[in-house]
């Protein structure tokens, strides 16, 4: 290995902002697929506890 040089301060790495642009969008994907996942589920949770309260008349209406 070699030794680092007299004189020489590593102030930064940028490899984090340089991927930056790269993961930026993959999140923003994965985040809005999370959020209609969310959605989907919460709407079909209201749809099991509505069709549960409603009387068994309205599964002859289904048919």
Known sequence: MTAPADG???LADHSILLAIP???PAFAVVGIIVLIAVRDRRAERR???????TPASSDEETR
């Open 47 to 53: 749809e099991g506890e509505q069709s549960a309260t």
């Open 8 to 10: 020489v301060d590593l």
């Open 22 to 24: 790269a993961f930026l």
